[in-house]
């Protein structure tokens, strides 16, 4: 599974990740529009409070399987 991490989180999520076979990208601070436009390539995002997930961006995640909030 792909994974994006789109705000900041501890370190030990995405080694977490990683141990258990997912291919984890970190990203933070992207704009809504460069969101909307590299979510597509991605099974899970984990958002915190910074990355707002709005309709458009759903609209746009054609492979997203879970959304996580931590």
Do not use: F, N, W
């Not at 991605?42 to 707002?52: E, M, P, Q």
Request: proline letters at 3%.
């Amino acid at each position: 599974m792909r994974i994006l991490i789109s705000d900041k989180l501890s370190p030990k999520c995405a080694e977490i990740l990683r141990s258990a076979g997912h291919e984890v990208d970190e990203k933070t601070g992207l704009s809504p529009e460069t969101l909307k436009g590299i979510i597509g390539k991605y099974h899970g995002l984990i958002v915190r409070s910074a990355t707002k997930v709005t309709a458009d961006l759903l609209a746009a995640a054609d492979k997203l399987k879970v959304i996580g909030r931590a």
